[in-house]
């Protein structure tokens, strides 16, 4: 099972609003990513988690916060967003922090008004 | 500085055609080359990916052709039919501590029925 789920699939939020996305996969891996994807462009990477612990911090705005409660869960948590962070938010998994491959979840569909 | 260089931006092929997306590297360093399929809407799907020390991959209808002294890899869709029409990246990876994913810029692929 190579599958990696994302809830939710949608979300419109204000700008004052606080809200999470979340990633869980359950193939023992043990890297974690987020992406963000803006519409006919790549993934952006923002940030990945390695054994549970942030690794690799894009120099993304505070206003996105992750975290890792477990090795098969990520979240993301948004705060005071701006209309332009409105994007298709990805998570990816793989096997360990040097392993190239990576699965990605279907996404969150992000729209900040 | 984009360092993987993907072409044509769009294609337009007929039924049961050949599709040929191409990719350029500019780091040596980068041991990893996959292809990723993206429907709209949906996360990227991994198709293929090949490594330098070969120069074809082939899996099904998808093969990776790859040239290591030219820096390019290419993927190739044999019988091409209208399911695969998508967004396809080339990526690289390896490079670096954090061996992350250096992303082409898409190619939209229609193919006519």
């Known amino acids: 099972d190579t599958e990696v789920t994302q809830t939710p699939k949608h979300l419109v939020m204000g700008m004052t609003n606080k809200k999470s996305l979340k990633c869980e996969q359950h193939?023992?891996?043990?890297?974690m990513y987020w992406y963000k994807q803006k519409a006919k462009k790549p993934p952006e990477l923002m940030f990945v988690?390695?054994?549970?612990?942030?690794?690799i911090n894009e120099s993304v705005p505070s206003r996105f916060s992750p975290e890792c409660p477990n090795s098969s869960l990520l979240n993301l948590h948004l705060h005071a967003l701006q209309p332009e962070d409105s994007a298709l938010y990805l998570c990816?998994?793989?096997?360990?922090?040097?392993?190239?491959?990576?699965?990605f979840g279907p996404g969150t569909r992000l729209t900040v008004l | 500085q984009q360092q993987v260089k993907q072409s044509p931006q769009s294609l337009i092929v007929q039924k049961g055609g050949i599709s040929i997306i191409n990719c350029a590297y500019e780091?040596?360093?980068?041991?990893?080359f996959p292809w990723y399929q993206q429907f709209p809407g949906k996360g990227p799907a991994l198709l293929i990916a090949?490594?330098?020390d070969v120069s074809e991959k082939k899996e099904g209808r998808f093969t990776i052709s790859f040239n290591k002294s030219a820096k390019q890899f290419s993927l190739h869709i044999m019988d091409s039919q209208p399911g695969d029409s998508a967004t396809y990246f080339c990526a690289a990876g390896g490079a670096g501590n954090n061996r992350k994913l250096i992303w082409g810029l898409g190619t939209s692929l229609a193919v006519n029925p």
């Open positions: 990816a998994s793989s096997l360990g922090p040097n392993t190239d491959t990576q699965y």
């Open positions: 780091n040596t360093a980068f041991d990893y």
């Open positions: 090949i490594r330098p």
């Open positions: 988690y390695s054994y549970e612990k942030l690794s």
């Open positions: 193939m023992g891996h043990r890297a």
